[in-house]
C-alpha cells in the first residue's frame, strides 16, 4: 500500500512539472553587455564605480539592481540600422508596468538614439530624487497625461559614435506613473513640430537608468509595438487601444486602497471610493473596458463618469475577473477626468478593479 501512494505521489509530481509554464530567463548581467533575448534588444552600461545586475525574463521584461553608482542603464527594446525615419518605421508604442524604487537620481523612461543629427532621447515616466529639466519647448498631452518638453546639449560626452557633442531630447511626465502606454512616435511628431529635428533610427527601448544612486526595479510588463494606427494628442489620431491600470490613477475616498488579489490593482470599499485621472481625448465617442471583479457572489457596480457626468455602470457578478465593456460612449473632447466611482454599495459586496481600456 505504502509502494502504490509512493507511485501515486511521484506520478502526480511529474505531472505538475510538465504542467507548469516555461520562462526564459537569463543569468545576471553584471558587466557592459548587448545582445538579444526573447525577442527583444538588450543593454547593460555602466561607467566607472559602484556595481548593478541586470536579470533578462521572458519577452520584453527584465529586473534591475544598482548600488553606488556614477551612472548606469538598463534597457530592453529593438535597435535599428540608421537607415530609415520613425516615420519609415511605423507607428511606435510600449505598453509597460514596473515596480520602480530608486534610492537617488534616477529614471523610468523611454530612451534611445537617433542619427544624422546625433541625438540622445528620454520619455520620462517617473523619477527619484530629481524630475529633468533643460530648456522647456513645449508640452504635449497624451495617454492620459501631460509631458514637458526641453531640449538640452552635451558636450564631449560618450555616445553610440564615441565622444561627441549632441543634444537631448525630454518629454517628462508632469506626475509619475510606473504602468501605462507610452505612445513614443507621438512624442516624436511633438518634437518635430518644434524645430527638434530626428534623422534616422538607431534605438527605443524602455530603460532604467540610476546616476549617483542606488536603487531596484522590477520591470514586470514592457510590450513594444511597431506598426497600427497612431496614437491620441492634439495633432493626430488615437491609437485603437490606451490601457490605463487603476492603481496608477489617483485614488479617492475614505477606504479606497490597493490590492494585490485576485490581481495588482485597486479596491473600492464603500459610496463614493474612487479612482480617477485625465484622459485626452481627440474624438468625443469611444467604447471603455473595465476589467474587474467583486469580493463575493455579489453583484458589484461601477460607475463610469467624465467630465463630471455619468456615462454607464460596470457590473461585476463574481469573485472571478471579468471584462465589461461600454460600447459607443459620447463624451467631451480635450483634457477629461475619467473616474470609476462606488455610488450603490449596499454594505454587501466591494468593487475590485485591474485596468480601463479605451477604444
Known amino acids: 500500500m505504502k509502494k502504490k501512494r509512493m507511485r501515486l505521489l511521484l506520478a502526480i509530481l ?55 553608482v556614477n551612472n548606469i542603464l538598463f ?38 538614439w537617433a542619427v544624422d543629427p546625433l541625438v540622445e532621447f528620454y520619455i520620462v515616466d517617473s523619477w527619484g530624487s530629481y524630475r529633468p529639466t533643460g530648456t522647456h519647448k513645449g508640452t504635449i498631452n497624451v495617454d492620459g497625461g501631460t509631458y514637458d518638453i526641453y531640449e538640452t546639449t552635451r558636450t564631449n560626452q560618450p555616445s553610440i559614435k564615441g565622444t561627441a557633442t549632441f543634444k537631448q531630447y525630454w518629454s517628462v511626465r508632469t506626475s509619475k506613473r510606473t504602468s501605462g502606454t507610452i505612445s513614443v512616435s507621438e ?20 530603460t532604467v537608468e540610476g546616476y549617483q544612486s542606488s536603487g531596484s526595479a522590477d520591470v514586470y510588463s514592457n510590450t513594444l509595438t511597431i506598426g497600427g494606427s497612431t496614437s491620441g494628442n492634439g495633432g493626430g489620431s488615437e491609437s485603437s487601444t490606451t490601457r490605463v491600470e487603476a492603481e496608477s490613477m489617483n485614488k479617492s475616498g475614505q477606504h479606497t486602497g490597493n490590492i494585490s488579489s485576485p490581481f495588482n490593482g485597486v479596491a473600492l470599499y464603500a459610496n463614493n471610493d474612487s479612482v480617477k485621472y485625465t484622459q485626452y481625448f481627440a474624438s468625443g465617442t469611444h467604447s471603455f473596458s473595465l476589467r474587474g471583479a467583486s469580493n463575493n457572489s455579489n453583484m458589484a457596480r461601477v460607475d463610469l463618469k467624465i467630465g463630471g457626468q455619468t456615462k454607464g ?37 466591494d468593487a475590485f478593479i485591474d485596468y480601463l481600456e479605451i477604444k
Open 75 to 112: 534597457r530592453k527594446g529593438k535597435k535599428f540600422d540608421e537607415t530609415q525615419t520613425h516615420q519609415q518605421i511605423g507607428n511606435i508604442s510600449i505598453n509597460y508596468g514596473a515596480n520602480f524604487q530608486p534610492n537617488g537620481n534616477s529614471y523610468l523612461t523611454v530612451y534611445g
Open 187 to 206: 512624442h516624436f511628431k511633438a518634437w518635430e513640430s518644434l524645430g527638434m529635428t530626428m534623422g534616422k533610427m538607431y534605438e527605443v527601448a524602455l
Open 14 to 68: 511529474i505531472c505538475f512539472a510538465i504542467t507548469l509554464p516555461s520562462v526564459n530567463v537569463h543569468a545576471a548581467v553584471t558587466s557592459n553587455e548587448t545582445g538579444t533575448h526573447d525577442g527583444y534588444d538588450y543593454e547593460f552600461w555602466k561607467d566607472s564605480g559602484g556595481s548593478g545586475s541586470m536579470t533578462l525574463n521572458s519577452g520584453g521584461t527584465f529586473s534591475a539592481e544598482w548600488s553606488n
Open 313 to 349: 455602470t460596470f457590473y461585476f457578478g463574481g469573485s472571478s475577473p471579468a471584462v465589461y465593456t461600454l460600447d459607443n460612449v459620447s463624451h467631451g473632447t480635450g483634457n477629461q477626468e475619467i473616474e470609476l466611482v462606488v455610488t450603490a454599495d449596499d454594505g454587501t459586496w
